[in-house]
């Protein structure tokens, strides 16, 4: 019995000892919770006029590139030192010359002709003369004469004579000409296909040029990049003087360049793939040719970055990308520090900042930290890296 009692016993005794000390504990101190003070970072940012930049990237492409294409038919008798790949030629300059003995005996044929064609004529023309003086012997007027009696169709067929005759002449200067291929522009050589001693026919592929005067860029462009451009319409620049250069950054050997271009036009069309219009930047004397400017050659085929000055903005606050809210609002502090959450608009913004145009007046300190919970009025402890310059 009594082992059956000892476990209740047990049990009850601790609810007992529970319950003392439970009545005897002392009473806890109540302290009153401090207003609670956030600590941020801030930044002070005004109005200001802003330049905006548009970025974008290319390949740089010759303006022109040729196929050389033989008009004639003969062995390659010389090729000039610069027709080899990389080879620059100016103008005019003779690249390739091919055998020109047929060309020259079909020329000396051809003005054979026409001295022959010439004499039949001065002949022609001495017998309708004749002709003529006998038909005004008999008394009637000229213009009853039959027209073989005044030999007018022997006349006209010695005239056709010698007109086929300089014709032949032509053709066969050009062709013996056309034996002398010259550039058709100043470039550069990218491919050679012929050499001494071969044998071309009418349109054999001789080589391949792409002229070096000036070389262009396409520049992808999106409608906000247009819009910061101030570009209306396809084809004209609609912002302040000087507003069409172009910065142009890449690598050459290893080491970093800057080109300077400038925006000639809009291809007018909506590349289907990306839906983006294209700027063409033009280079000139991209390869320094004419060792105008110290800086290393832009070759053909260079990838670069471009940089174009846009439009002037006025009155904008240049805010910290990271500084901006949800719901497109600003954490600002008060002349209490305490915090306002103030509404903004933008229209442009770049990879650093957004412009506000709406929301901001005056001087305003604007909170860049991060912050959890933000209540409107909640009291702030700014650090902010100027004040604290100017403080020591």
């Known amino acids: 019995m009594k082992r059956r009692i000892l476990p209740f016993a047990v049990i009850g005794g601790a609810f007992v000892i529970a319950g003392l000390m439970s009545l005897l504990k002392p009473d806890s101190l109540e302290l009153e919770s401090p207003d609670r003070v956030v600590a941020v970072t801030t930044e002070i940012i005004s ?11 290319g390949t740089v492409l010759p303006r022109t590139r040729t196929t050389l294409i033989s008009e004639v038919s003969g062995a390659v008798m010389e090729v000039a030192p610069e027709f080899v790949v990389g080879g620059a030629f100016a103008k005019g300059d003779v690249l390739i010359k091919l055998d020109p ?38 008394g009637r007027p000229l213009e009853e004469a039959p027209v073989l009696a005044l030999r007018g169709p022997f006349l006209a067929e010695a005239e056709s004579r010698l007109l086929q005759a300089e014709a032949e002449v032509k ?13 058709p522009y100043a470039g550069m050589v990218s491919a050679k296909m012929v050499d001494v001693g071969q044998y071309v026919t009418v349109g054999s592929r001789l080589g391949e040029t792409f002229a070096i005067d000036f070389a262009e860029v396409r520049l992808p462009m999106t409608e906000k990049d247009l819009s910061k451009l101030g570009w209306i319409s396809s084809a004209k620049y609609q912002t302040h003087p000087g507003d069409k250069t172009v910065v142009l950054r890449g690598s050459v050997n290893g080491k970093s360049e800057v080109w300077h271009a400038d925006l000639v036009r809009s291809e007018g069309t909506v590349e289907l793939t ?16 004419k060792n105008s400017r110290d800086h290393a050659p832009l070759l053909i085929g260079t990838f670069v970055e471009a940089t174009i000055m846009g439009k002037i903005l006025d009155n904008v606050y240049p805010l910290p990308r990271h500084a901006l809210r949800s719901n497109n609002r600003v954490a600002t502090v008060d002349a209490d520090q305490r915090l306002q959450l103030k509404s903004i608009d933008y229209n442009y913004e770049d990879q650093f900042f957004y412009y506000i145009d709406r929301g901001l007046e005056g001087q305003v300190e604007v909170v860049t930290s991060g912050m959890g919970v933000m209540v409107d009025g909640m009291q702030l402890k700014p650090h902010n890296s100027l004040k604290a310059a100017v403080a020591e």
């Open 47 to 57: 109005s200001d006029q802003i330049r905006l930049e548009v970025k974008s990237q």
């Open 101 to 138: 003995t047929d060309y020259k005996v079909a020329k000396q044929r051809a003005d054979a002709q026409l001295i022959s064609a010439r004499a039949q004529l001065l002949s022609e023309q001495a017998r309708s003369a004749q002709a003529k003086k006998e038909w005004q012997m008999t």
């Open 171 to 183: 053709q066969a200067q050009l062709k013996l000409q056309r034996t002398i291929i010259r550039a």
């Open 274 to 289: 990306n839906r983006a219009q294209y700027l063409v930047a033009k280079i000139t004397d991209p390869y320094n040719i």
